[in-house]
């Protein structure tokens, strides 16, 4: 007999990990064994546990979605991961899908659907919410577009090294330069200079600033 696939899963709401656990535990080729309230977690319970699968929401503190994929990927290529989330936008599904996301299904989508993306990315396949292809072949439609004008320019949030937009993300969440150097294992003047540049990148002269790019651009929620 099989060995059921092992699954972590990584949602900063309790209820949410309670009811996917509920879920999941009925079905007899799946077994959840971790669940973590944040990206920082997720990328430490995937190294310890090593599951097949992790189902993790986009937005969660600390190390987001994507930042934490991102991380993953580099240090355990063959763990698939498949994003669950509210967030149908193309900002969020591109983000995802571009630090290596292997599906994205919605939170409003159906027990049915969820349990088919879970199968389709464990089998190696990609998965995408029925509700957000459209979305996904339009800005991939457009992109190509602008790519094949006269000429592509790098601004705004894709300037950011991915050092950056943890910084970005940690300073618009309320740590203070410290608190980040040690969150990142960095020194406070590696810290600054990892500040400054992505405030120079996006002309941003202030904390608040800062905080409400942050906010407008998905890093963090308001």
Not at 30 to 40: F, P
Not at 93 to 121: N, Q
Request: with cysteine; glycine share 6%.
């Amino acid at each position: 007999m099989t060995s059921p696939k092992k699954i972590l899963l990584a949602d900063d709401h309790g209820i949410m990990r309670d009811g996917l656990r509920a879920l999941l535990e009925c079905e007899s080729d799946l077994e959840v064994v971790g669940s973590v309230c944040n990206g920082h977690e997720a990328i430490r319970a995937a190294e310890q546990l090593r599951p097949d699968l992790i189902i993790m929401d986009v937005s969660m503190p600390l190390t987001n979605g994507p930042e934490a994929i991102t991380h993953i990927k580099r240090r355990l290529p063959s763990i698939r991961v498949l994003m669950l989330t509210f967030h149908n936008d193309t900002h969020h599904i591109d983000a995802a899908l571009r630090a290596g996301a292997d599906g994205y299904v919605l939170k409003d989508d159906s027990r049915l659907e969820l349990l088919t993306a879970i199968r389709a990315v464990l089998a190696g396949k990609s998965f995408l919410s029925p509700s957000i292809c459209n979305r996904v072949v339009s800005g991939y439609l457009d992109t190509e577009a602008r790519n094949n004008g006269s000429r592509t320019r790098t601004s705004g949030a894709e300037a950011l090294t991915s050092r950056e937009r943890e910084v970005i993300k940690l300073i618009a969440e309320g740590l203070r330069t410290r608190q980040i150097a040690q969150f990142l294992s960095l020194s406070p003047k590696t810290v600054e200079k990892h500040r400054s540049n992505m405030m120079r990148k996006l002309k941003l002269h202030n904390a608040a600033a800062v905080i409400t790019y942050a906010i407008a651009n998905g890093f963090v929620r308001p």
